[in-house]
């Protein structure tokens, strides 16, 4: 594959991966879309057989074909995969970093292993989706977690996610203190530094939903009027304490204002850069790099909209790992493909949650 | 006789699932006494009424008096001679969560051979193990048994609880130690007494071995198939014993086509989850197989490391004959079911089998049956200490 990324792509086919303008990242119809985003994963699948000999394995006993007419055809690999075997389509000395994620079903933690050209690729991309919703003047950003340690090289998989979001943003202010705790003071100087400009607040689900339930309990109420909250990770931790993402916003609405913007996104360590954000009619949306589909939990044939099975993702990324198109284990619905009310295009979907998978009990569970 | 030490087991951090409330002052009895072969008949009858629990009603039958009996006459014929055996004394069992019985099994001999047994078992343990507790219980508690329900205890408590395990493994003479290789380093980090032993029992993988023959009726595919079911269903392929792999013996081209042929309708009985499946066929296939059906595997030019199965489907390997067998691929197996092999290639598949450091050769479809030699080990020796009587000075001395 072609090192070089260059932007402003109006549809073009070919070898190397070239940016797509900046509104065709949700402006591409399913037509254009799917000639544009096809032709790079067949490229990708091709590239994958030639350099990781495993994944040229799978393909050929599996009986997968290697030229997919349609996006539903482009083989996929199970996301369990990148737990059971190290899988790379790049010398192991051009390795720049390996990324891990525990998941949360199976024992054992996934590694994906990036080059320099693929993690500038993933930052690339994911910096133009991101920007779609935040806009391309950087925001004082409120970074709801731990200050990172300085020198530290323990840094847990969380802190490491928020901070390396911190790119979006100028003036970063930390919102919690070394102890965990939210650090009121720290915040309302933020605030009121900041009152008058575009914001951006970004944490994890679960501790944006800490800050905003502290700030609720110690009357720290504000009027944002251009702020945009950006928040990721699971909902699980969330439905336990009976908080929805309605919930969740009206809470956030009550306390900062009504004209906040607020938009969850999903992705994962595995296809790192194409992320699903939440619009304003609270579909997650898939930018045109990436794609969803959903399977049937039994037999993974391709499910009709409004049928829920386990997603499937699509990413026209992933170049030094065979990660372009897996299934996941998490469950799904899509609602419909380039008719979302927010005026964006490419399917539209929910996650429910993920698939309960019965373990194999083993002999070593005491 | 030996004694024990007091250590209760009914405090808020460990609960007595059945039997003695604490340790006996003494540890050890005579074997094989009538109340002890009583007392497991008993436990026998009322197991056996669970007709719906098929890993019940095997323990069942393993109890029987005429199963104790012949168990006796193994213990007897190791005292040949000058060699006597006596009990060990306290025995640790640290059972495992997959398999429901296999505690029941091992307390059964160390019983009968006249130890006092504190069984932990584990947090996983499901509704077989429930029953199998409820029903030592009741039988415990009648006066005839008082004997045998002071030498019993079975406890529960959290594995973070780690005093208990502490404590017990520094009073016990022998520890049993069920749970593959996490656990057994897990609890081999309590230091035993210096006279103290351990018996472990380490993650192992098992194979089937399988003679195809192009003349097969569908009684015997039937026969073939339901053996398998019994190896692979009763306890799920997480059980040490059951099989990971189908090695076929005979004609490649015609194995390869009856696979490609009838495989497909045969596996659906083993009951492999779909997703769980999906992940196997990806990582054989990755590793150089050839799906053949939604959980099989055809691995043809190499044979992968058992130990990285992932426990959800079949590998399938074909060969002539036994001799074509890489050993080394094999090293360290438990159990070898086989099926539609005779007798030369028997001997073959012993002398295999002891190559390759395999525990056990059985019959397909009798993988999983518990033996008083298991996983390598002679429990009866395991669990007791042999000593000398009469030594011959003494005979010849007049």
């Not at chain 1, 970074?143 to 979001?165: C, K, Y």
């Not at chain 2, 009990?87 to 059964?108: E, M, R």
């Amino acid at each position: 594959m072609e090192n070089s990324i260059t932007k402003g792509c109006r549809v073009k086919m070919g070898d190397q991966l070239t940016l797509l303008a900046d509104d065709e990242v949700f402006g591409l119809n399913a037509k254009l879309k799917s000639e544009w985003l096809l032709s790079r994963l067949n490229d990708l699948t091709r590239h994958h057989v030639e350099n990781c000999q495993p994944y040229a394995n799978l393909l050929k006993g599996m009986g997968y074909a290697q030229v997919a007419g349609s996006l539903g055809e482009v083989p996929f690999v199970h996301t369990r995969l990148f737990k059971l075997l190290e899988l790379m389509s790049i010398d192991r000395n051009a390795v720049f970093k390996t990324l891990q994620s525990s998941g949360t079903t199976s024992s054992g933690k996934s590694k994906i292993f990036l080059d320099a050209h693929t993690a500038r690729l993933q930052m690339k991309v994911l910096t133009q989706i991101l920007q779609h919703f935040t806009g391309r003047q950087r925001r004082a950003m409120l970074i709801v977690d731990l200050p990172p340690v300085q020198g530290g090289e323990t840094l847990s998989a969380r802190n490491a996610g928020s901070n390396g979001l911190a790119f979006l943003g100028r003036n970063h202010c930390y919102a919690m203190n070394t102890d965990g705790e939210i650090d009121l003071d720290a915040v309302k100087s933020f605030f009121s530094s900041h009152r008058h400009e575009p914001i951006l607040i970004f944490g994890f689900t679960f501790m944006l939903w800490q800050f905003v339930t502290t700030c609720r309990d110690n009357n720290l109420k504000e009027s944002l009027n251009d702020a945009v909250f950006l928040h990721s990770g699971g909902w699980k931790k969330m439905l336990a304490q009976q908080v929805d993402n309605e919930t969740f916003k009206m809470a956030v609405r009550t306390q900062f204002g009504a004209d906040i913007k607020i938009h969850n996104f999903y992705g994962m360590a595995e296809q790192t850069g194409t992320v699903f954000v939440e619009c304003e009619k609270s579909y997650l949306h898939a930018p045109a790099y990436a794609h969803i589909i959903v399977r049937d939990e039994q037999t993974f044939s391709e499910l009709d909209e409004n049928q829920q099975g386990l997603i499937q993702v699509l990413s026209a990324l992933p170049e030094s790992y065979p990660g372009h198109s897996i299934l996941t284990e998490d469950l799904g619905t899509i609602y419909g493909e380039d008719d979302c009310l927010c005026g964006r295009k490419g399917r539209y979907f929910n996650v429910m949650g993920r698939q309960v998978v019965s373990e194999v009990r083993g002999c070593s569970d005491v | 006789m030996k004694s024990g030490a007091v250590v209760m087991f009914n405090s808020a951090d460990i609960n007595l699932l059945a039997g003695f409330e604490q340790l006996p002052n003494s540890l050890t009895s005579k074997a094989f006494t009538a109340d002890k072969i009583e007392f497991l008949s008993e436990i026998s009858k009322r197991l056996l009424t669970h007709k719906d629990r098929p890993n019940v009603v095997a323990l069942a039958y393993w109890l029987r008096k005429s199963n104790v009996a012949s168990i006796e006459r193994e213990y007897t014929a190791k005292q040949k001679g000058a060699a006597k055996l006596e009990p060990a004394g306290l025995v640790f069992q640290i059972a495992p969560g997959n398999v429901d019985a296999l505690f029941a099994y091992y307390w059964s001999l160390s019983m009968l051979q006249g130890n006092t047994t504190v069984t932990r078992l584990s947090a996983e343990r499901g509704e077989d193990a429930e029953l199998i507790l409820n029903c030592l219980q009741t039988v415990l508690d009648e006066e005839r048994f008082s004997s045998i329900k002071g030498q019993s205890s079975f406890v529960y408590y959290d594995h973070e609880k780690t005093e208990y395990t502490q404590t017990l493994s520094l009073q016990c003479d022998r520890r049993v130690i069920w749970g593959g290789n996490k656990t057994i380093e897990r609890i081999q980090r309590y230091p035993l007494k210096s006279s103290g032993k351990d018996i472990v029992f380490p993650d192992r993988q098992s194979i089937a071995v399988v003679r195809y023959d192009t003349t097969w009726t569908d009684e015997i595919k039937d026969r073939l198939s339901k053996a398998l079911k019994t190896d692979i269903t009763s306890l799920g392929q997480g059980a040490c014993a059951a099989p990971l792999a189908i090695v076929w013996l005979g004609k490649v081209a015609e194995i390869s086509a009856f696979l490609e042929r009838e495989w497909a309708k045969i596996e659906p009985r083993f009951g492999f989850d779909q997703v769980n499946s999906l992940v196997f066929l990806h990582q054989s296939c990755a590793l150089g197989g050839k799906r053949i059906s939604a959980s099989s595997v055809i691995l043809e030019n190499n044979t992968p490391i058992l130990s990285t199965h992932t426990r959800s489907g079949l590998w399938h390997f074909i060969y002539q004959n036994i001799e074509d067998l890489d050993v080394e691929s094999f090293s360290g197996i438990q159990t070898i079911g086989v099926f539609n092999i005779d007798n030369i290639e028997y001997k073959n598949l012993e002398e295999f089998r002891s190559a390759c450091f395999g525990k056990h050769l059985t019959r397909l479809g009798r993988m999983l049956n518990f033996n008083v030699q298991w996983d390598g080990i002679d429990s009866l020796s395991a669990l007791s200490v042999s000593y000398f009587t009469r030594p011959k000075w003494l005979q010849t001395a007049k």
